[in-house]
């Protein structure tokens, strides 16, 4: 199927898939006597996936490394319930954060508001911040996790 086909069928636009292709998400497609990229109907299935990982928050990077397992013929479902594991924490860890900044912010609407200020006396009240400081919701280079490596997913002879 040529590009067109495939985009309608899956809701992606031929730029996004193009895209996916140059970045290796989606393997080069064999290409027709024109020239034209010629999708095999497993591409559809494959960009399925895409979209679905997507929503449940796999950045493209992690897609693609779990594609390149099953490609290469691992089992990448190990791999899956690492990370999914490991966004769960994440989401904990965001979850926390975003109460934090709502007790905050509460505080800043109950006790602030009043007086002199360079810009704004609620944000510049002196409410309580807590103990802790508020740490960012993307998490720093140390905090992310690493990759799961291809080869340990794959089946080995016993």
Not at 3 to 19: D, F, H, M, N, Q
Not at 62 to 67: R, S, V, W
Request: net charge neutral; proline share 8%; hydrophobic share 30%.
């Amino acid at each position: 199927m040529r590009i067109g086909e495939l985009a309608k069928r899956t809701g992606v636009s031929p730029k996004t898939l193009r895209y996916w292709e140059e970045i290796g998400l989606l393997p080069r497609p064999p290409r027709n006597s024109s020239g034209y990229r010629d999708y095999p109907e497993e591409y559809v299935d494959l960009c399925r996936f895409i979209l679905r990982a997507k929503a449940l928050g796999f950045k493209l990077s992690e897609i693609k490394e779990i594609i390149d397992i099953k490609l290469s013929g691992g089992r990448p479902c190990v791999c899956v319930t690492e990370k999914i594991k490991r966004k769960i924490e994440e989401i904990e860890r965001r979850v926390e954060e975003l109460r934090r900044r709502r007790r905050l912010l509460e505080s800043l609407l109950k006790g602030g508001g009043e007086g002199e200020a360079f810009v704004c006396p609620i944000i510049e009240s002196d409410v309580e911040l807590e103990d802790e400081p508020p740490r960012p919701l993307v998490p720093n280079s140390e905090e992310i996790p690493k990759t799961c490596e291809t080869e340990q997913y794959h089946e080995r002879p016993l």
